[in-house]
């Protein structure tokens, strides 16, 4: 007879590169969740160099290795090695309230309809705008859902979905096909979930070199530009962010982020111009005289 593999509640996934710095406190905090369900823990090593690996197994998690570089298929790699019914990603300098994991649960169990819930992601560091931004972010997700039925973001840090509703990453893209491409993926087998009040606490070490770098390099740029272009053309064209691995990592490059702004407002423009606005809709808005009179119900 084959090795019985044990079934577990969740499976929570964590892709890794080079994260000695901050694995330790992200298992720790997972293995203090105050829930009476079983679950593992996936430690996903990307082809780390440093003590990730080592440091994951000492906290108990179990490590798979993915040598294709990027966070899709490190995801991919993780979720597909999983034996929980449910599956949640998120990220290794994350920490987690003590209900997050029972929050989830609760979510689940309050709506069978559910395959997938998220919630929004916090900073515990970095500058005030950072702060500001999510807060805006993940409220604008939370009162749209209330207002269509379904979020129109979730992060990658923050997401749980039935396994048996999951069809695979995109590992045509480097970035985004973890959260843009997955919600809708998902949104096609059945009703997604936002839970506003059950926030994951990450780092903000990518917020260190500033409102500019991340607005025109990291987001335009990296996120928004590399998601649609690879999505358009199937192929990894501009690649993946610079990696932030250390903890008060703080380099600024004025020059590089200057002309790196400039080519991510063009490329956001070419993109603009070449793809149907429906790309950037579709799926999300129907009828804009009925989400205005919804939105109106759901906030009187």
Known sequence: ?????????????????????????????????????NYEVIVVDNNCDDETAKIAKQHGARVVYESRPGVCAARQAGTAAANGEIVISTDADTVFALNWLRTIDNDFRDDEQLVAVGGPCRYFDGPWWGKVYTHFLFGASYIYSR???????????????????????????????????????????????????????????????????????????????????????????????PAFRKKNQIKTYPKLTFWLSLWSISIFAIVLSIAPIRLFLKDNIHDSASIVKDTIKVLS
Request: net charge positive; charged share 15%; aromatic share 14%.
């Open 1 to 37: 007879m084959g090795k019985s593999v044990t079934k577990y509640r969740f499976s929570i996934v964590i892709p890794c590169y080079n994260e000695a710095d901050f694995i330790a406190d992200t298992l720790v905090s997972l293995g203090n969740q105050d829930t009476s369900v």
């Open 147 to 241: 207002v269509v039925g379904h979020p129109f973001y979730l992060t990658a840090t923050n997401i749980a979905f039935k396994k048996s509703a999951w069809s695979g990453y995109n590992l045509a893209m480097m970035q985004g096909g973890d959260e843009v491409d997955l919600l809708h993926k998902l949104r096609q087998r059945g009703k997604v979930g936002f839970n506003n009040s059950n926030p994951t606490y990450t780092s903000g070490r990518r917020l260190s070199k500033g409102l500019a770098y991340n607005l025109f390099v990291t987001f335009l740029f990296y996120y928004l530009g590399a998601y649609y272009i690879d999505k358009i053309t199937k192929r990894n064209i501009i690649g993946s962010a």
